[in-house]
């Protein structure tokens, strides 16, 4: 049975669908603060750079990356206008 791709909708077109090397994910269920997730997050990207995180010319790449939680005390501590965590 072949899987069929959604239709043509908004900003997506199924004609650039591709497959993908894989993803990394990590989280932290308990809700702690801690900086721990964010280096493993690091050596997930890192260990990503074999599945074409990094382009042939060793200097480039997909745009691979983190995405971390705001620290909203820090940015507040700023001046910064933020929505509630």
């Known amino acids: 049975?072949?899987?069929?791709?959604?239709d043509i909708q908004g900003l997506y077109d199924p004609q650039n669908e591709h497959d993908s090397c894989g993803i990394g994910l990590l989280a932290n269920i308990?809700?702690?603060k801690t900086n721990n997730i964010v280096k493993r997050g690091l050596e997930v990207l890192v260990n990503m750079t074999h599945r074409g995180a990094e382009s042939a010319d060793y200097k480039s790449g997909d745009g691979a990356g983190i995405l971390i939680q705001l620290?909203?005390?820090?940015?507040?501590k700023l001046g910064f206008e933020l929505p509630m965590p």
């Open 1 to 6: 049975m072949q899987k069929r791709l959604p």
């Open 30 to 32: 308990t809700g702690q």
């Open 71 to 76: 620290p909203h005390k820090f940015f507040g």
